[in-house]
């Protein structure tokens, strides 16, 4: 089906991402020199919108301002899924909501996006 998206002048691949899309086209074999040239994840990668609005409201924070509770407990299911420490928030915030978002747009879907590639 993703061959027919592709060939014959398709619409390719329309509503995966290009960090997607490059992960889908490399080689595993070719070690980290190709993870190095992927594209950047951004927040438009997201698919759940209230997570991209969410994510950019606390990345817009000053370091010195701490992000509301509400937004606090919004966003911490996501870091506790993505294996990431919420207390980060106050410290290493954009580091931390990079890391989330890596987790959503790829490690999240790896094992579906491995199934893809092998053709299964």
């Known amino acids: 089906m993703i061959v027919h998206c592709i060939l014959h002048g398709g619409p390719g691949l329309p509503g995966l991402s290009p960090a997607t899309k490059h992960y889908l086209s490399t080689s595993k074999e070719a070690g980290d020199d190709q993870l190095q040239q992927s594209p950047p994840i951004v927040l438009a990668d997201i698919a759940d919108i209230d997570l991209q609005n969410l994510i950019s409201e606390l990345d817009s924070l000053p370091k010195d301002e701490n992000p509301t509770l509400d937004a606090r407990c919004a966003i911490e299911p996501y870091l506790y899924e993505a294996g990431l420490d919420p207390d980060n928030l106050y ?22 996006l491995n199934d893809l590639a092998k053709g299964k």
Not at 91 to 112: A, Q, S, W
């Open 91 to 112: 410290g290493n915030r954009k580091l931390l909501l990079e890391g989330l978002m890596v987790f959503l747009v790829l490690d999240k879907r790896c094992l579906e």
